[in-house]
């Protein structure tokens, strides 16, 4: 099927966090995916509301609405990341993702959600949270099943627990990790030349040296988790106050890569 109007909702995975852009500051899987699409389709237009660090909630009553009166025949949803890092309460979370799918389900559109990578093999603090992430993911699986929607299942794919797949914050993609989840967006529905090895595993990297690993770690606890952990305590988001890259349709402009 041959789409023409694509809509994505969400927060900073699919806004294009840790994959720059040297237009509007970030590309992200959700951009790779729309130029794919247009490589086949000139005539497609593209919208992002997508705003990093938005909760389900949040997207439920800032992006829903806008995104549906776009009237997309593809809508890409991958949701609820945040509530899992956060303390959202869960239970909460399942009845606003369904209050959300349950709207996309009855538009005409083809709707696309996803399962979440486990984050503890790059976040050694991140362990506690995997019993939220799991149950997250489960939301989505059953969600999918029961809305008809494509699910892109990012959590069985073995490339993304390579650290090669996450940007130096080690909370959102890297290019290399962006174009891998655009590759099973693309492999989910059906275009051509997409192939089911998206997920494979990389060659091993080399070990680094102990020393070098605790200068990474420690730089890493200094430049992102500290910060991270005072706007949480604070109460601040790095959403507040910005606007969706890519409020309404418009064409996409081919790029080289």
């Known amino acids: 099927m041959q789409y023409s109007r694509f809509v994505a909702i969400g927060d900073s995975q699919t806004e294009g966090l840790g994959d720059p852009h040297p237009e509007y500051e970030f590309r992200g899987w959700a951009d790779r995916l729309a130029e794919r699409m247009a490589a086949l389709?000139?005539?497609?237009?593209?919208?992002?509301?997508?705003?990093?660090?938005?909760?389900?909630?949040?997207?439920?009553?800032?992006?829903?609405?806008?995104?549906?009166?776009?009237?997309?025949?593809?809508?890409?949803a991958p949701l609820g990341m945040n509530d899992v890092i956060g303390r959202s309460d869960l239970a909460q979370v399942r009845a606003d993702l369904d209050a959300i799918y349950r709207r996309l389900a009855d538009s005409d559109a083809t709707v696309i959600v996803s399962t979440f990578p486990n984050i503890v093999r790059t976040i050694p603090f991140a362990a506690r949270k995997e019993h939220r992430l799991l149950e997250l993911n489960e939301m989505n699986r059953e969600f999918a099943a029961t809305y008809g929607f494509l699910l892109v299942d990012l959590h069985a794919a073995p490339v993304l627990t390579d650290p090669r797949s996450w940007s130096s914050d080690r909370l959102h993609a890297s290019p290399f990790g962006h174009e891998r989840f655009a590759d099973a967006a693309a492999h989910a529905l059906g275009l051509p030349d997409a192939t089911a090895d998206w997920g494979n595993p990389l060659p091993p990297a080399p070990v680094p040296h102990p020393v070098a690993a605790l200068v990474r770690d420690t730089r890493w606890a200094v430049e992102f988790f500290t910060p991270w952990l005072i706007r949480k305590f604070r109460g601040v988001s790095l959403g507040d106050g910005r606007e969706p890259k890519r409020p309404s349709l418009s064409p996409i402009i081919l790029r080289d890569n």
Do not use: F, S
Request: net charge positive; aromatic share 2%.
């Open 41 to 76: 389709n000139p005539n497609l237009q593209y919208a992002n509301l997508a705003i990093r660090g938005k909760r389900t909630r949040q997207v439920l009553e800032d992006q829903l609405e806008p995104a549906l009166a776009l009237r997309p025949d593809l809508i890409a």
